[in-house]
């Protein structure tokens, strides 16, 4: 255990009973570096403080809850960890209820004729990505369907990025030369 630890352990101990300067203490030491980790993912300065601001409250909320013997520094940067993730989460929730809404609303204001048009493109879509191969048509679900990124689908699959981006990249063209040509059939142009 090195000097820095030992100092930690001394501040919890403190913070554990109650201590408003080890919580200061702990604060300045740890402000600045959980605050540029959340500004990291998130890109955003006031998020990333109330990043921060959350997980103090909730350190000096839960002191009497945390291990004598436990890692601060663990604690913390685990804290603005999840923390930070929720966030994303919940603004990639928040995203797409505003795309469907938006879609939604444009979908009211076409014309019956725009719809069927709409729907014949939805169809041709939906046949086209049953011709793609298995891992092809599901790297393209994820992606659209689930709106996940090219590491997360990765993750997800235990593939490489590269190839989720090459898979990703093959199943547009293949799709985009469908539907064109669907559509140009149909239209006679």
């Keep these: 255990m090195g000097l820095d630890d030992e100092k930690d352990v001394v501040l919890l101990q403190k ?6 300067m080890s919580f200061r203490s702990i604060y300045l030491k740890y402000h600045s570096r959980m605050f540029r980790l959340a500004f ?3 890109r955003n300065r006031p998020l990333a403080e109330d990043a921060v601001h959350e997980v103090f409250v909730s350190l000096w909320d839960n002191r009497k809850k945390l291990r004598a013997s436990g890692s601060l520094k ?7 960890k999840n923390h930070v993730l929720n966030v994303i989460d919940e603004d990639k929730r ?12 444009k979908i009211d204001r076409f014309k019956t004729a725009n719809v069927i048009e709409l729907s014949k493109y939805r169809d041709i879509y939906k046949t086209d990505v049953e011709q793609l ?9 994820l992606r659209t369907e689930e709106g996940l990124n090219n590491r997360e ?10 190839t989720v981006k090459s898979q990703y990249y093959k199943a547009s063209v293949f799709i985009k030369e ?7 059939k149909e239209t006679g142009s």
Excluded: C
């Design 74 to 80: 663990g604690f913390l940067f685990t804290a603005i």
């Design 94 to 105: 928040r995203l797409k209820k505003h795309i469907k809404l938006s879609y939604e609303k």
């Design 153 to 162: 689908v990765a993750a997800y699959l235990d593939i490489s990025v590269h």
């Design 40 to 42: 990291k993912y998130l």
């Design 133 to 141: 191969p298995e891992k092809r048509r599901e790297v393209l679900k």
């Design 178 to 184: 469908y539907v064109h040509r669907k559509m140009t």
């Design 15 to 20: 913070l554990r009973e109650g201590d408003e």
